[in-house]
């Protein structure tokens, strides 16, 4: 190191390093003319600043955690601190977060995860042989056999292949443990797609198709990549169904603006829980070859379907029912993750997605890209092959496994009946049937003069109403306006997730406070 | 719907539904004349490809899991079928997985983790008491009781707070709970915190100051964000240390072409090894108060120190010790992993970062970025719990956890000095110590015959180097210009993790291709 020219400099410094085992050149400069005649310095400012800060970032919004949930945990304080509330606990309907509300989780999985961190426990009676044997599965593709070590970018091989063979007996289609990329939750491998597909600037930007209302991971996304997105609204008249007239209107319209190649369909629909129908799906598949989109498929949801004239079809399987022309061409990515279905395992975040006609060249760039990342947690790897590989007949788990399984989804169908009932006896709400996935959206009646009154506080109304609705009773959920709505209506987003005698309970006190809203701003 | 627009627009398919429970509106198309003067279409072109593909994402390189890496692959296929090699394994010393490498997981950590995860173990006898003390506070603070809940996206209350401790005790400083902010790995902290600071356009683009050698992370997610990347280079002849003057040269010639705004600094360094003296940090830290540059500190080897002479100072640390008018102002970031340590738990992509000064305004649009990906793994937010919190004097897991320690951190000392002393007497390879961290990054001659063979391969010099090396030896180490290299000069960087008596026959297998290598290309 150049000692003499480092030297010089530190007569500039603004103050030296005090009695902590200061050195002897800045003992030097503490004692030089030039630091006495530098004028004192005040708190200097940031460098990280809103306005400096990336304007892409700071366009991002994500309602699900927003400004209502930060609420939520001052309200959990001021309870913990004593302080009087017409309520005694802060009830969470804001996030689909099953084990928070009291689902247990799966004994099985858990048992081949405890196997798999604490390996010592293979030898112990007290777990059940096919526990070891998806244990033993796990560790013997890991490195060093442990959960420890890195795996493959794209995941565990023997996982990946695990995947495959659940998703060739879903479909009744071969699927190809080469396109599947295990991933950090389904949002890391939707944005990581979405990643690589935007480019361009000005009129050929990037757009990407969304529904209105959406998951706000999307908006999210695309605000952080500077894409373009761009809207289709789902027919709430027609229970949230996917119009393709809309979506072809959409694209349209957005080739005036932008080049619209993504389109991002979620079914189960978040927030609104509708099953698309085959003819749906044909009709999307149909539109995404015509218009030459790129096709996301975010099927988190694929186990939780509720009403009985609705079936989860995957647009994999229907992409392939629709022969070659389609199955060949048509590129599609699909989502799933450990964290909903009848599992719940958010915490782990562990995900998969499944690639279909992603071009040899582009594949090499995706593994490059998640490389960087190292790797998704191998725990939540190992979670989400214990869901694509769960106990068959004839296997000692098998019954309890069953039975846990069936008890969370007959629970939920019975909530979905539940609350879209006594929403819809409430006068100023109307709520669609809740074919799956595992939220309400009910579309709300605001009064004009409460509509006024958020406007004077400068809040979106259907905000104003949760916040209230959270003030009053303690239940969190989200405003539409966090998910995007027709303009001039409101709704809010609220799971099912609280044991049936709680949401009874929860559902009673949205209908009194309602009723009592209605009438405060009548 | 308007089922009869769809109809329309149905006689456009390129072919019918198939046999797959046909849809009469599908069937119709089929017949359609319409379709049968469409000329045959032949396989379309992909919409993602290289061509339209984010160019960003294509810019990126990743060498630590590059081509030498998928070689690596194929050989191990290769020998799995039983063809003929030089070697009878490929030896993976080419990334920082130290289970893989056989290191085996320390036993008290993988026993709370267990707990946490199957918690009818906290009644199992078999489970020291300490284990479960730490459990039962890890789950408390969990919804539900459950790994499987989202946490905070900051991470756990609880985890932070013991953090927080952690730093206060590391530091002889006080650590803010709301300054740490759990990560998936320390990567993601990285990549998070530079993707709020990167902002402007043309010169007055965030250019971010990197070391050069440097963990390619770096450079990966500049181009990810578009960023300016910034060189400065390690001085080789003086250990890798950081010269200030060459930073600060850095920084000035930076200014003509972006806004260089950000420095990265890698203490212990990785690939290189070096620990910064205290010194050199006050300096950097004072470079940074006067030229507004926000710190990042990556400071995830801070317990792999080896070289007697050198101790790990934390930037948080010299900050603090420099006085109020530093530690009140400097922006800085510091990150800490699992990973690395004596622990080596890469899989669960545990880790946190603290922020120093940041605007509080920031931390609010932190937060908000992070809740888009919900929570890091929750599982991984254990680990680090008990990285920080391990077992104390008293408790009865403190003999074997510190023996377990001490073992891991005593032989890596032993192989980071086995491994200088036989590189350095190999001729042509010069090996500075290995103060810290996990890797040699010994400099290597190349002779000008083998510079040229390697551009007629179309291969930068070292790549060429560590293919013939991964080919004839089956050792997988990466080219020195994954992590940049003074022009004219090459290197490889090897993991020193295998254990002691392995890495001398890799070592020696290294030094007889070496000599082989300067024999044939003489």
């Known amino acids: 190191m150049q000692r003499a020219a480092v030297l010089v400099r530190r007569g500039s410094y603004p103050r030296a390093a005090g009695s902590w085992g200061r050195s002897q050149s800045s003992a030097a400069a503490e004692a030089s003319p030039a630091l006495k005649v530098r004028p004192e310095r005040g708190p200097r400012d940031r460098i990280l600043t809103l306005e400096s800060m990336n304007p892409q970032v700071k366009a991002v919004e994500y309602a699900v955690r927003g400004p209502i949930v930060l609420k939520a945990g001052e309200i959990e304080m001021e309870l913990q601190r004593g302080i009087k509330k017409p309520f005694t606990e802060v009830i969470r309907a804001n996030i689909g977060d099953a084990h928070a509300m009291g689902q ?57 292949e695990d995947v495959a063979a659940f998703i060739t007996r879903r479909d009744g289609v071969p699927a190809d443990p080469d396109n599947i990329y295990l991933t950090t939750g389904a949002s890391d491998g939707i944005s990581t797609i979405l990643k690589l597909l935007v480019s361009g600037g000005g009129k050929s930007r990037t757009g990407v198709l969304i529904p209105i209302p959406q998951y706000p991971l999307y908006s999210a996304v695309i605000s952080e990549l500077d894409a373009v997105q761009v809207n289709y609204y789902l027919d709430e008249e ?49 539109l995404a070859w015509e218009e030459k989109l790129f096709l996301l498929a975010d099927e988190v949801y694929q186990d939780n379907v509720y009403s009985l004239d609705c079936k989860f079809h995957s647009f994999k399987k229907v992409l392939y029912k629709m022969g070659h022309e389609y ?29 279909i006609n992603l071009h040899p060249d582009i594949k090499g760039q995706l593994v490059k890209l998640l490389s ?73 009646l605001i009064p004009a003069k409460a509509v006024e009154a958020a406007q004077s506080h400068k809040m979106a109304p259907d905000m104003f109403y949760c916040m209230k609705l959270l003030e009053e009773t303690g239940i969190c959920v989200v405003p539409g306006s966090g998910f995007g709505q027709r303009e001039g209506t409101y709704h809010f987003r609220m799971t099912i997730l609280p044991p049936v005698e709680k949401l009874k309970i929860v559902l009673q006190k949205v209908k009194d406070f309602h009723i009592k809203f209605l009438e405060k701003y009548a």
Chains 1, 2 share one sequence.
């Open 372 to 444: 960087v990342r190292l790797c998704p947690p191998v725990s939540g790897q190992a979670a989400m092959d214990i869901v694509v590989n769960p106990p068959v007949p004839g296997e000692e788990s098998f019954e309890q496994f069953s039975r846990e399984k069936e008890l969370v989804l007959g629970n939920l169908a019975k909530k979905a009946k539940l609350t879209e009932d006594l929403f819809n006896q409430v006068p100023g709400i109307h709520c669609n049937p809740l074919q799956g996935a595992m939220y309400a959206f009910p579309r709300i």
């Open 104 to 160: 247990q989780p799966i004994t099985f999985l858990r048992q081949v995860m405890a196997l798999c961190t604490y390996p010592n426990l293979l030898s112990s009676p007290s777990f059940p042989e096919d526990a070891k044997k998806r244990a033993r599965r796990i560790l013997q593709a890991c490195g060093g056999n442990s959960l420890g070590s890195y795996s493959a970018s794209q995941g565990v091989n023997c996982i990946r």
């Open 238 to 286: 027609n229970c949230w169904a996917l119009n393709v007239n809309e979506l072809r209107r959409a694209v349209r319209e957005a080739k005036d603006y932008c080049d619209p190649k993504v389109l991002c369909i979620i079914n189960p629909g978040n927030p609104t829980g509708q099953v698309q129908s085959r003819k749906c799906i044909e009709d999307v598949i149909h």
């Open 327 to 355: 199955s060949g061409n048509v590129e599609l990515a699909s989502f799933y993750s450990t964290s909903k279905g009848y599992m719940g395992e958010c915490g782990y975040r562990g995900g998969y997605m499944e690639v």
